[in-house]
């Protein structure tokens, strides 16, 4: 009796451990308004040349990673001092994303992936590039609203054209 009970639970265990576990699930409703409003926000501020409303919205950790512009940078500091140039030439650029696709990955940690067009007003023509970002939002017992720590945005010479 104790083996059968001991072998039907080494079964047990066996199937879980070897039973696929989904990574990602695509987001309730109510997250998936949540964390578009969250997104919209970051770029709002990232237009209107807002560093302290688009770094409120971002993880004061050393952990936080912003990658770009074949760039990867770590920590509040280095990010702010990074992204320093894209708040102070706002007025030059504009961003703007479409749907937001949101997925769960855990309990805490949401990922938001949007397609982004970019457009860079020069001296002669705007020049817009198309592309997509990332951002990974996470929260826990320190932070109430989810947090940015760590987004990642690509922009290409495909799909690049000129605005008349």
């Not at 001991?6 to 079964?11: F, N, S, Y």
């Not at 860079?120 to 970002?133: N, P």
């Not at 989810?146 to 922009?155: A, D, G, N, Q, W």
């Amino acid at each position: 009796m104790k083996f059968a009970f001991a072998r039907t639970c080494l079964i047990a265990l066996s199937l879980s451990v070897s039973m696929p576990v989904a990574a990602q699930e695509m987001a309730s409703q109510s997250l998936r308004a949540e964390i578009t409003a969250e997104v919209q926000k970051l770029v709002a501020a990232a237009n209107a040349g807002d560093a302290d409303a688009f770094f409120a919205l971002t993880s004061n950790s050393p952990d936080l990673v912003i990658a770009g512009d074949g760039r990867i940078t770590h920590g509040l500091s280095d990010v702010r001092a990074n992204l320093g140039e894209l708040f102070v030439a706002h007025k030059q650029y504009q961003w703007k994303i479409a749907a937001v696709e949101v997925l769960t990955a855990g309990s805490n940690v949401v990922i938001a992936i949007a397609p982004v067009q970019f457009t860079a007003i020069g001296s002669e023509a705007a020049v817009q590039l198309t592309g997509a970002m990332t951002v990974v939002f996470a929260r826990n017992w320190f932070w109430e609203d989810y947090k940015v720590v760590h987004s990642h945005r690509s922009t290409g010479k495909i799909g690049v054209a000129v605005v008349e």
